[in-house]
């Protein structure tokens, strides 16, 4: 249950309240709520002259549910707004990895170029083998930052663990929980306490209704700035890298208020079957699209085989942008 409380609420009421419902209070942009167990579905009486708008929830995903906020709501990607009444899809491209200066450089030149305006690239990188490139760490943030500074594009980087959280947030424009850290509540507490974007990608094993419940982590830290990114779910299949779950992209914009973004360059793992689920993904009507993107992808330190090379990525753009348009929607 998610309670709105007036400014009769004093501290020792609401103490009693969240205390005895294992909730929490939030403070964000809309207002001020008490947000309490699911199983709770009425006001105790000793509140109730103190609760303005009350809302009843069917699980713990509340506060990004469709129940508490009826519309999409709006976050900034750096210098684009997607969700709410945009009609916006942004693209966030750039390599797995930063590599080096010239690496990101080449780029981020071509993004600029381009009209793109976000780019993506990892500094911790949390590689399933402890033998394999783990990234620059500070080094590649001071990079990364050098670049914006110079060609004005945002940052979207990703927090490996709890160690460098607040370095990432400190330099990043949009903080991305990778798959491998979603459950990490020491990042997702860290993310709730700051005002950056989040954009959380959901763990390859995770159903939906956990994925939602770790953004529920940042928003019920006060942070109304959420992203939900779908990057593929492990299923049988061996013939691909994952299984990209474009139906839980549909359960997503229908019964969540958070923008959504998709990932297929992680979904698929080979970089010939990205611009179809690219493409297959803009049709859905989705707020973002995060690809992979590398001037030699042979050379690639990380995930060579799935990043597109600069000539496929300008090939696919135009495609994308018809795409959009034929569903209402403007590529930004």
Known sequence: MI???RETATGPLLER???ENDGVAVRDDAGHWAVISSKVVQVPDYFAPHAGRVVVCKSDVQLASR???AGLREVALGPVRIGGTTGHTALIAGPCAVESEEQIRTVAVA???QGVRILRAGCFKPRTSPYSFQGLGL???ELLARIRAEFGLAISTEVRDATHVDAVIEHADIVQIG????YDHGILRACGACRKTILIKRGFGATL???IQAAEFVLSGGNPHVVLCERGIRTFESKTRFTLDLCGVSYLKEHTNLPVVVDPSHAMGYAYGVPDLARASVALGIDGLLVEVHPDPAKARSDASQQLDLAAWAALLPSLRAVA???GRRIV
């Open 179 to 182: 798959a491998k850290a979603m």
């Open 111 to 113: 993004l600029r170029d």
């Open 209 to 211: 209704q956990e994925f």
């Open 325 to 327: 348009q034929s569903v």
């Open 17 to 19: 309240l969240l205390a």
């Open 67 to 69: 129940s508490f906020h």
């Open 139 to 141: 080094k590649g943030l």
């Open 3 to 5: 309670i709105e409380f």
